[in-house]
C-alpha cells in the first residue's frame, strides 16, 4: 500500500487552463464593440438574434441536466462525464449569448442618440447651435492640424440644444473642440458653449462634437474639491515632465486619470489592445477616447 502511495504521489497533477471566461468575455466585447457602428435596428436584430439563440440553448441544457436526473432516480446508469461537461458548455454558451444581449441593449440605447432624433439630425447637418453643458471629464490637449495653435478637448454631457430654431432637451455625449480657455473648465460644471456640430468618427461612442466659436459661457457647479484634485493633477504632469515622452503622458494616466499629457499615438495604441482602463483610476474619466 505504501509503494502504491509513494507511486500514485510521484506523478504531478496535470494543470489546466481554465478558458471557461474566455466565451462570454468574447461575445460580450464582440456585442460592444458592435454597438459603436451598427444603428439602432442593426443592434435590435442583433440582440433580438442573441436573446433568442442564447434561450434555445439554455432550453436544451435543461433538457440535457433533467435527463441526467432522471437516469440518477431510476438507477440507471448516468451519462458519461464527458455528457457533463457537455452540457456545462452548452450552459455557459446560452448564458454568454444572454449576456451579449444584454450588451447590445445597452449599446442599442445609446446608438440611438448617434443615429436618430433631431440631435443626430443637426449633426449630419453639421449645423450651428448653442448648448447648455455639463462638463463630463478633465480637458485635453489636443494638437491643431496643419499647425494651428493646440486645441482643447472637453468631454460633455448636453442638457439642451437650440439648433435650426429648435430647442432639444436631451442627455447626450458631446465633445467640445475650443480654445486655450477650454482649458480651464473643471468636471461638474454646468456652462453654455455655442459653434458648429460635426460628426464624431465612426467607431467613437460620442454622439458628435461641437466645434466652439468662442469661450464657454459663465460656468455655475463645480465645487472646491474638483477644483483642488485638478490643481493637483496637473501639478504631477508637471512633475513628470523629465521623463521619456511615452512615460510622461502615461504615469500621470495611471496615477490620477489624467491624459491631457498622454501622446496621441500611444493613447490610439492603447484603445485598440484594449487598455485605456490602466489611465482611468480612483473614478477619474479616462479621456483617452475624447480627442
Known amino acids: 500500500m505504501a509503494q ?8 504531478a497533477p496535470r494543470r489546466r487552463t481554465d478558458l471557461r ?17 451598427l444603428p439602432p435596428l ?5 440582440c433580438g438574434a442573441l436573446a433568442g439563440a442564447g434561450g434555445l440553448i439554455l ?11 432522471v437516469h440518477a432516480v431510476v438507477g440507471r446508469p448516468a451519462y458519461p462525464t464527458h455528457n457533463a461537461r457537455g452540457r456545462s458548455a452548452i450552459a455557459a454558451l446560452g448564458l454568454s449569448l444572454m449576456l451579449a444581449a444584454a450588451a447590445a441593449a445597452h449599446s442599442a440605447t445609446s446608438a440611438t442618440q448617434r443615429f436618430d432624433g433631431l440631435l443626430a439630425d443637426a449633426v449630419t447637418a453639421g449645423k450651428s447651435a448653442v448648448a447648455v453643458v455639463e462638463v463630463a471629464g478633465n480637458p485635453r490637449a489636443v494638437a491643431g492640424p496643419g499647425g494651428m495653435d493646440a486645441r482643447w478637448a472637453v468631454p460633455v454631457w448636453t442638457r439642451e440644444v437650440a439648433t435650426g430654431g429648435v430647442l432639444v432637451r436631451t442627455r447626450a455625449r458631446l465633445v467640445v473642440m475650443g480654445g486655450d480657455a477650454w482649458g480651464d473648465v473643471v468636471p461638474g460644471q454646468t456652462l453654455r458653449a455655442t459653434g458648429k456640430l460635426r ?7 460620442e454622439a458628435g462634437k461641437l466645434a466652439a466659436s468662442a469661450a464657454p459661457g459663465k460656468a455655475t457647479g463645480g465645487d472646491l474639491l474638483e477644483a483642488g484634485a485638478r490643481e493637483l493633477r496637473g ?9 521619456a515622452p511615452d512615460a510622461r503622458g502615461l504615469l500621470p494616466g495611471m496615477v490620477t486619470g489624467d ?3 498622454l501622446d496621441e499615438g500611444l493613447g490610439n495604441a492603447m484603445k485598440a489592445v ?9 473614478g477619474v474619466k479616462d479621456n483617452l477616447g475624447d480627442g
Open 4 to 11: 502504491e502511495g509513494a507511486g500514485s504521489g510521484s506523478v
Open 21 to 37: 471566461l474566455v466565451l462570454p468575455a468574447a461575445l460580450v466585447w464582440a456585442a460592444s464593440v458592435a454597438g459603436l457602428w
Open 42 to 46: 442593426g443592434l435590435a436584430t442583433l
Open 59 to 69: 432550453v436544451r441544457a435543461a433538457k440535457v441536466s433533467k435527463g441526467l436526473k
Open 199 to 205: 460628426q464624431a468618427k465612426p467607431g467613437e461612442q
Open 235 to 243: 501639478r504631477f504632469v508637471s512633475a513628470s515632465a523629465f521623463l
Open 259 to 261: 491624459t491631457s499629457a
Open 274 to 282: 484594449g487598455m485605456t482602463h490602466l489611465t482611468a483610476v480612483s
